[in-house]
Antibody, heavy 116, light 107 residues
């Protein structure tokens, strides 16, 4: 069955960096677009970024543009989110998901806490 | 960007009752690229409906979606205990894709 497992979250100081990973299995990763979505504590969902199957197309929310970078390794069936210049308001659970526009399969998420 | 406004914020109902949730868009959503998700506490969202009215795989038929243009509705015909959760609409026709703020169905 389809599995997505995020990792790499944790506590980081404002201005710091983290790299999130999402390891996948159970589907043809190299044919799939992938997204990152986040959810601040007690809040709603915010789409962060997506990447096409061949990495040629990447989009970012304005709130993270210039600070976050999405990438993927089709040989490792994994997608990544490099997060730099982190701010307190980046604190959230970060989910990866398969996407064809709709977000049809989600991981369990990894918590990123930005605090001094 | 397209802003989605969901109403009501909270719906207090009992098992067996009908739930009607609304999602209004700030601009026309073509095709329509409108989805609904259910989220329970401590879990990731689960896709319920896409294309405004198409149930995702494994979703019971008590869940139905309707609407077009700027006004969309998710209906749960008869609430089961496991349906008490938060529901989000999402438009995926334009980048950035956006979500509504969520509607809570509580017992």
């Amino acid at each position: 069955q389809v599995q997505l497992v995020e990792s790499g979250g944790g506590l980081v100081k404002p201005g710091g960096s983290l790299r999130l990973s999402c390891a996948t299995s159970g589907f043809t990763f190299s044919d799939s677009y992938m997204s990152w979505i986040r959810q601040a504590p007690g809040q709603g969902l915010e789409w962060v970024s997506y990447i096409s199957d061949d990495s040629t197309t990447k989009y970012y929310a304005d709130s993270v543009k210039g600070r976050f970078t999405i990438s993927r390794d089709n040989a490792k069936n994994s997608v990544y989110l490099q997060m730099n210049s982190l701010r307190v308001d980046d604190t959230a659970v970060y989910y990866c998901a398969t996407t064809s526009g709709i977000l049809d399969n989600w991981g369990q998420g990894t918590l990123v806490t930005v605090s001094s | 960007e397209i802003v989605l406004t969901q109403s009501p914020g909270t719906l207090s109902l009992s098992p067996g009752e009908r739930a009607t949730l609304s999602c209004r868009a700030s601009q026309n959503i073509s095709d329509p690229y409108l989805a609904w998700y259910q989220q329970k506490l401590g879990q990731p969202p689960r896709l319920l409906i896409y294309g405004a009215s198409i149930r995702a795989t494994g979703i019971p038929d008590r869940f139905s979606g309707s609407g077009s243009g700027t006004d969309f509705t998710l209906t749960i015909s008869s609430l089961e205990p496991e349906d008490f959760a938060v529901y989000y609409c999402q438009q995926y026709g334009r980048t950035p894709q956006t979500f509504g703020q969520g509607s809570t169905v509580e017992f």
